[in-house]
């Protein structure tokens, strides 16, 4: 049970940090579609895939003192940012191994506004559909968005990107 833990405290320290909960739920979503072995169950929400485990995890993890949790208040909203504490870098050194290559899809993903993972882990949430279907899909359930067609062609490229650098690990 701890592992699954672990590998949540490893992700956030290959990150450095993490900024927003939406965020963290996309980065891990979209690492566990490039096949790296995260086992949260997800499920569609207002924001595309999430994870109520993931959500739990990191809290108790916080509650153990192997992440921070800072809270910004915005005004309109409160963000909060994610990092590792040293008794966390222990912890996940002793409890899981290092997945080969997860430093660049977590490096590359982190590079990206939250807006934009949202559609890419919606667009990998319908991947059973053919593009077009996916692409309309996209647009009814993500319509007030309003995703152009060039954020579209970016998501779908950093999709293969991210294929192509597990491909690589193997």
Known sequence: MLEEHAKVVQFVSLAGSVTGRK?????????????FPFNEKYQFHIYGPYSEELTLRVEELCTM???TEEME??????????????????FSKHMCEEQQHLNEVVEVLNS???????????????????????????????????FTETEMNEAFS?????????????
Do not use: W
């Open 158 to 170: 950093l999709i293969e990107a991210l294929e192509e650098i597990k491909l690589n690990a193997n």
């Open 23 to 35: 965020k963290l739920q996309k980065m891990v979503y979209i690492a566990k579609k490039m096949k």
């Open 73 to 90: 208040d915005k005004g309109s909203y409160v963000q909060y940012t994610y990092q590792v504490t040293d008794k966390g870098t222990n």
């Open 65 to 67: 003192g192997f992440l």
């Open 112 to 146: 990206k506004s939250a807006r934009f993972l949202e559609l890419v882990s919606t667009l990998l949430f319908f991947d059973e559909l053919p593009k077009e279907e996916r692409i309309q899909k996209v647009h009814v359930v993500k319509g007030k968005l309003k």
